[in-house]
Nanobody
Framework: QVQLVESGGGLVQPGGSLRLSCAAS????????LGWYRQAPGKQRELAAQITSGGSTEYADSVKGRFTISRDNARKTVYLQMNSLKPEDTAVYYCKMNKAGGVWGQGTQVTVSS
């Protein structure tokens, strides 16, 4: 059974940093693209960053230059380094594996507030 487990969320002050992790189990990892999505209260889920199996990356304009997505195939883990965080980055962050229509993690809360 495929499982994605996110961690690393929390409360941080504006301008701070967090690193999210998403560990996969029960599946081959290296051949699939991966993404980090986020959903703020009352808003639709949106793509923040994605990385292909070959390591190419794309970012939403709102996070470009502040967030970095990376993957460690040996550890079956995808990361999202988030710097210069803003209150508008507050959301539940989900990772997704582009397998069989999409496999989602349970999400981790990120709150940016002073």
């Amino acid at each position: 059974q495929v499982q994605l487990v996110e961690s690393g969320g929390g409360l941080v002050q504006p301008g701070g940093s967090l690193r999210l992790s998403c560990a996969a189990s029960g599946t081959i990892f290296s051949i699939y693209g991966l993404g980090w999505y986020r959903q703020a209260p009352g808003k639709q889920r949106e793509l923040a960053a994605q990385i292909t199996s070959g390591g190419s990356t794309e970012y939403a304009d709102s996070v470009k230059g502040r967030f970095t997505i990376s993957r460690d195939n040996a550890r079956k883990t995808v990361y999202l380094q988030m710097n210069s965080l803003k209150p508008e980055d507050t959301a539940v962050y989900y990772c997704k594996m582009n397998k069989a229509g999409g496999v989602w993690g349970q999400g981790t809360q990120v709150t940016v507030s002073s």
